[in-house]
């Protein structure tokens, strides 16, 4: 029976991983003595599950999402069929910061036009 410190410099990793193969059960046959683990001297090395070649699984990626066209207003089918970012904890952070001035702009295709600007002026001009 070995130790995890002499199992750790034969398989050629550190003594912490050893523990955490026992721990786990994956190598058969070990005994925990106290506080430490003793390991057979015949036990292989698990394979701990790692990606050694250095090239890594991608993962499946989501259909590319398509983006939201003029006319739709349905919320649910926006969210679920097109690129939807959302924003609504931005709200939150804004007001806890509480800042002095404060600018909003209005995203496209909202009224952000010239006579819209002219109407403003005029009113406050008048007022």
């Known amino acids: 029976m070995k130790s995890c410190k002499e199992m750790a410099k034969q398989w050629g990793v550190t003594e912490r991983t050893v523990t955490t193969f026992c721990k786990t059960g994956k190598i058969p046959g070990v005994v925990k003595e106290g506080k430490s683990w003793r390991i057979p001297d015949g036990a292989e090395k698990p394979a701990d599950g790692r990606v050694l070649s250095g090239k890594y699984v991608k993962k499946e990626e989501k259909e590319a999402r398509k983006p939201l066209p003029i006319g739709i207003s349905d919320y649910v089918r926006a969210q679920s069929e097109y690129y939807y970012v959302d924003k609504t904890g931005m709200i939150k952070e804004f007001l806890d910061r509480k800042p002095l001035v404060s600018l909003f702009t ?12 002219r109407r403003i002026l005029v009113t406050l001009v008048m007022s």
Do not use: Q
């Not at 209005?106 to 600007?117: D, M, Q, V, Y």
């Open 106 to 117: 209005r995203p496209r295709r909202f009224g952000k036009t010239l006579k819209t600007a």
